[in-house]
């Protein structure tokens, strides 16, 4: 049987990231509402059953891509004024961070970008 999955562990191990991916404090508010957007996806995996492992592995590569979204912030300043969901979607669009580049051809990473489309509601967003 598949371990159970906590939604108040996943909450709590989220709410650090943002502060952990600023440079500047002026990213916290930025990295909350991506926060808020990947948190979507995490409880649409949770709805969906995934196993604790899947989930974990995931949020690994979350925590992964904020960081780069962060860093992609001060290379492309206009992004600041998309909100958390459209933010993830328009640094994809823009050909960066590095680690879209390294791994957005494996077959893994097509699944997180369709998931999190589908968990976000946006609609025609070019993965």
């Known amino acids: ?7 108040e562990k996943l909450r709590k191990d989220t709410v650090s990231w943002p502060k952990v991916w600023a440079g500047f404090d002026s990213d916290i508010p930025i ?3 991506i926060v808020r957007a990947m948190r979507l996806f995490l409880l649409a995996m949770v709805e969906d059953k995934l196993a604790s492992a899947t989930i974990n592995r995931h949020m690994g590569n979350l925590w992964l891509l904020g960081g780069e979204i962060i860093s992609w912030l001060h290379i492309d300043p206009e992004l600041k004024d998309l909100g958390g969901e459209k933010l993830i979607f328009a640094v994809r669009r823009r050909g960066g961070p590095p680690l879209f580049q390294t791994h957005c051809d494996r077959e893994g990473a097509k699944d997180l970008r369709r998931n ?4 976000l509601s946006i609609p025609n967003a070019k993965a």
């Open 116 to 119: 999190l489309q589908e968990a």
């Open 31 to 33: 990295g909350e509402e």
């Open 1 to 7: 049987m598949a371990k159970a999955v906590n939604l």
